[in-house]
């Protein structure tokens, strides 16, 4: 196997407003170049924690308390602020779920491409420009002459997801991070923004991280998965085992809670009261080792 | 097939876009017809009209064109004071429970005024009664009464939408995208407890869906809307089995399931014309 591009340690954190709760607990995991490692849970797994504490973007309130961010060779957390900042801006894009909120309301296409260009590049206005077309086209937006003058509002939910990914490929990012980047679209759109960002991930040998709760996206995109429950890992490995071998009650719980409208008769079974428990059990395990 | 209960005959619906300008129509010759107990889905992409459409079955937007008949009443063309105790019988889920429950009311106070209002309880003593009953039945504990919308979880806050809907015993139910927002665990519940409450009170339901998966595991029937027009309509087994329309086909076909099938990104839709 190759080396790892991103790799988390034993990552612990804990919230300051819930009394120092903990919100993760024991995380490890790795990205290697062109692989797509998908972080799967349920809202409060703690999955954007994990994405935020790369890109350190952890609300005030939240505090590692152990373990260690390493990319490339260069651990982040223990880095001075201003050398992370450079090192995460050179090297780590973050394609968001919202792609309104991600744009700047009021400017245009061509100037929210162009910025990351000159300022981490050192592009010159033309040579920006020239790339951010070029990147438009790559990620099959139809006219990009015209998209680089309109403002975010007049573009489709879809193009705007085209748009965060062109922006997000233009740095030629070694890590992308993927916040539930389809979440909000509708499923054709979906499968376009999906094979598009394969695409790019593999022509540019990128590594990501895929957040998502859908393990229908999980099955068609992601090399390994790793599942979270309450900031714990429940399972972890190579797509195909976690989906079709699930070892864990947790993982073989949530595949059979998935719709399927191939096989209706087998999805939609709600979670089993006493997997949850085993999961709740497993925490509690987890912190009276921490405590004891 | 089960006796009619709601029927749409050739509805435009529109909105306008400005004085002395035509109104942009959304929806365009829709005909339809819900039976007795029978739960049909609604599914299309943003801006197909689905909403618009559900909105026009309840009487909320008036059609530009065409008539509603429920329960053997034309309330087309009705005014408010006339459509008032119909609205008891036809009632309605949204999509996003946050912004449908008064955030400064608790949830005894959001269950129990419906109740009063329509004439189902004459005391509060009666209607909390009535709540509480409905909550069990949607699967909330007691102590949900007490509670503000902002104490409860996503799961949670959908099933009082739907006590609130359904303690009114209705006739129909429009439910419009409600799972959208939950992880997959609580959708599956709130899904289960759709096809209980609509099987034992023998509740007619459309449900408007952008996902055809979720469809297909609560719905009897389909109707496929694009551009607003019916682009498909049948029984979900011989939909899914067999799409007619190519449209339908790619809908299909872009929904990711949870197995890892290696040319499924690549596999392009056919082109739909």
């Not at chain 1, 260009?117 to 099959?140: N, P």
């Not at chain 1, 070892?247 to 079974?269: F, W």
């Not at chain 2, 949607?138 to 006590?163: D, F, M, N, W």
């Not at chain 2, 109707?223 to 027009?229: H, K, N, S, T």
Request: contains cysteine.
């Amino acid at each position: 196997m190759s080396a790892a591009l991103l790799s988390i340690e034993h990552l612990s954190a804990i919230s300051e407003r819930e009394g120092g709760a903990s919100i993760l607990r024991d995380v490890s995991l790795s990205v290697a170049p062109g692989e797509v490692h998908g972080l799967v849970g349920e809202s409060g797994a703690g999955k954007s924690t994990v994405a935020r504490a790369i890109l350190g973007m952890l609300p005030r309130a939240v505090r590692v308390t152990s373990g260690a961010i390493i990319l490339s060779g260069t651990e982040l957390l223990t880095l001075e602020p201003k050398r992370r900042r450079s090192l995460l801006g050179a090297h780590v894009a973050l394609i968001p779920q919202d792609p309104l909120s991600a744009l700047n309301p009021s400017r245009r296409i061509e100037a929210q491409l162009t910025d990351g260009l000159r300022m981490w590049k050192g592009c010159s206005a033309a040579e920006a420009r020239r790339r951010a077309l070029a990147l438009l086209d790559e990620v099959q937006m139809r006219e990009p002459e015209r998209v680089m003058r309109l403002y975010p509002h007049e573009l489709s939910g879809g193009m705007r997801q085209r748009v965060l990914i062109a922006a997000a490929f233009a740095l030629e990012p070694r890590l992308v991070i993927a916040d539930e980047p389809t979440t909000a679209l509708d499923v054709t759109v979906q499968k376009q923004i999906l094979r598009l960002i394969r695409d790019m991930q593999l022509r540019h040998d990128t590594g990501a991280l895929f957040v998502t709760h859908d393990l229908g996206v999980v099955a068609q995109i992601c090399d390994r998965v790793t599942l979270l429950f309450g900031g714990r890992i429940m399972e972890q490995g190579p797509t195909a085992d976690l989906l079709l071998r699930p070892q864990h009650p947790y993982t073989r719980a949530l595949v059979a809670a998935s719709p399927r409208y191939d096989r209706p008769e087998d999805g939609l079974a709600p979670v089993p009261e006493a997997v949850m428990a085993r999961c709740r059990q497993e925490i509690a395990a987890f912190d009276r080792g921490l405590h004891g | 097939m089960a006796e009619i209960l709601l029927e749409a005959a050739n509805l435009d619906v529109g909105y306008a876009t400005g004085w002395a300008k035509p109104a942009t129509v959304v929806v365009k010759n829709v005909s339809l017809s819900i039976g007795r107990g029978e739960v049909v889905g609604i599914v299309g992409e943003s801006g197909s009209g689905k909403t618009t459409l559900g909105r026009a079955l309840l009487g909320l937007v008036r059609p530009l064109a065409g008539t509603i008949r429920f329960a053997g009443t034309d309330i087309t063309r009705l005014d408010e004071a006339a459509m008032r105790p119909l609205r008891r019988r036809m009632q309605m889920v949204f999509q996003d429970p946050m912004a449908s429950l008064n955030p400064r009311h608790m949830i005894a106070r959001i269950l129990t005024a419906p109740l009063r209002l329509h004439g189902l309880a004459r005391t509060q003593r009666e209607a909390l009664a009535l709540a509480s009953q409905t909550l069990d039945q949607v699967g909330l504990p007691l102590a949900a009464l007490q509670r503000y919308p902002h104490e409860l979880s996503g799961g949670q806050r959908q099933r009082v939408g739907i006590a609130r809907a359904v303690m009114l015993k209705p006739d129909f139910v429009l439910a419009d995208e409600i799972v959208s927002g939950l992880d997959v665990s609580t959708q599956a519940q709130v899904l289960r407890l759709i096809g209980d409450l609509s099987r034992d009170m023998g509740l007619a339901m459309a449900f408007i869906s952008h996902d055809l998966s979720v469809i297909r595991a609560v719905c009897d029937r389909v109707l496929v809307m694009r551009q607003g027009e019916i682009t498909e309509e049948g029984a979900c087994e011989t939909v899914f089995a067999a799409p007619r329309s190519p449209y339908t086909r790619s809908l299909i076909d872009a929904i990711p399931l949870p197995v890892p099938d290696p040319h499924w990104l690549a596999r392009l839709p056919e082109a739909v014309p």
